[in-house]
């Protein structure tokens, strides 16, 4: 929680930041065709159920990759990664409100398990996706726009900080609608709460429980071309070898090794005392 404290410190700042952002009669102002795309802002306005006229909408839909193609003939334009930043502590706040009053009963540690299945990048980019944000992407002319406007990164990305543009421009009643309406109404809470928990995390409560070092992640192969390349993972703790996994990415590659790991765990103790005869 103490992560979540230090991004929500920077909010009132950041909004005062941009709260002057549009004098009246500029070209933010007063319409829509010097911002975004008018297909765009009719689409913002479905998702949002308001008029999103502001410079910080087209900010919250820049992929980075514009700033890769500026030459210093005009301003040079803002990607949406600071939006994003701000949007992640808006999500995680609304997220870790509406969970705290749905299950009272959970403790800390559950509400922070269920909040991360539910704000984690392959859940946000599939929130995006749903509402079709990354047809809606601003990318620079060199990238590769098809890739980008698929990115599970890029697209998560936009969704983040599309909820941040939201909290600087109708305020935290705004980004609670948006999210109600595209987040908890999408995802099955009772489900997720129930669900098993993410194997890396399991093994991490296994160990803290038992007062034991941290799991330690160990990558022992890489195999193929580099665009096709695959991880072997070896998990250890106190220096034994509790599970290995491979896959395409180092990420899912330890969670095979914890899921492995928490197999052997729930049917023996390696870290027993052995019995004395």
């Known amino acids: 929680m103490a992560n979540l404290w230090q991004k929500l410190m920077s909010l009132p700042l950041l909004r005062s930041e941009v709260s002057d952002e549009t004098p009246a009669g500029s070209a933010d102002a007063s319409g829509l065709n010097a911002l975004l795309d008018p297909e765009t802002a009719s689409h913002l306005e479905r998702l949002t159920g308001r008029a999103c006229n502001r410079l910080i909408y087209r900010t919250a839909l820049t992929h980075r990759s514009v700033l890769h193609d500026h030459h210093g003939e005009h301003e040079r334009p803002d990607s949406n990664q600071r939006l994003e930043f701000l949007g992640d502590a808006v999500l995680d706040l ?81 980004a609670e609608r948006f999210i109600m309406n595209h987040v908890i109404a999408k995802v099955d809470l009772r489900k997720i709460v129930e669900a ?40 250890s703790c106190n220096n034994v070898i509790l599970g290995r996994g491979t896959a395409p990415r180092k990420k899912d590659a330890e969670q095979f090794a914890a899921k492995e790991a928490m197999i052997v765990l729930d049917s023996t103790d390696p870290f027993a005392p052995p019995v004395e005869s």
Request: aromatic residues 8%; proline residues 3%.
């Open 94 to 174: 609304l997220i870790s409100e509406h969970l705290f009053k749905q299950f009272p009963a959970s403790d800390e540690g559950h509400l922070s398990s269920n909040r991360a299945k539910i704000v984690n990048r392959k859940s946000l980019a599939a929130f995006a996706r749903d509402m079709q944000l990354g047809e809606h992407l601003i990318i620079g002319e060199s990238a590769d726009k098809q890739k980008i406007r698929a990115s599970e990164s890029a697209l998560a990305d936009a969704f983040e900080a599309l909820v941040g543009a939201l909290y600087l421009d109708q305020g935290l009643a705004g």
């Open 196 to 235: 098993e928990y993410n194997y890396k995390s399991r093994l991490i409560e296994y160990t803290q429980s038992r007062q034991l070092p941290p799991p330690l992640y160990t990558v022992v192969a890489e195999e193929g071309a580099e665009h096709e390349k695959h991880f072997t993972v070896e998990v």
